[in-house]
């Protein structure tokens, strides 16, 4: 599912962080399998993720953190794009699209949320992704926080490829100067 842009929408509605990362597909269906949202073979380029469970298909996000805590995504394009292996990446999963050979496509999103939740989904390289009822108080905290945005998604919404049904809320402070902040992050050394 892609997200298009749009305000803050209430109503039923779950709320989660817009992640400055790579969006990918992620299957344990048989062997590891990671794709990009543009199908990139990414699969060689992340090891690490060989350990999660058989038997699922996510959807997620490939993030870095910086040295603030802050998901970076000039230091995930070092490690994805340029090889330094050193810069450990998460996988943030928010949806799942299989499990245990069972599809989970036609499910609302609050059923395929529980699955996605029942799987504990919490390692060194992987996480679930968390999710919230209150949009305007994770709004706040994503703005205070200076984080990149929100998600929300339908609860009854069914998982659709390639179809714009979340809404992507962005914070225009987040983007306004993304590379003079990444700049002032590496002259203080943080």
Known sequence: ?????GALPTGDYAYELKWDGFRCLVSTVGRLR????????????LPELARLPRGLALDGELIAFGDDGKPSFPRLCERMLHGHEQIPVMFMAFDVLEANGQSTLRLPYRRRRKILEALELHGDYWSTASSDDDGEALWH???????EGIVAKKRGGHYRPGR?????VKNREYWRYPLEREAALQRSGG
């Open 1 to 5: 599912m892609l997200a298009r842009s």
């Open 34 to 45: 990671v794709l990009s949202r543009q199908w990139w073979e990414m699969t060689p380029h």
């Open 141 to 147: 905290a994503v703005c205070q926080l200076g984080l």
């Open 164 to 168: 714009r049904e979340w809404v992507k």
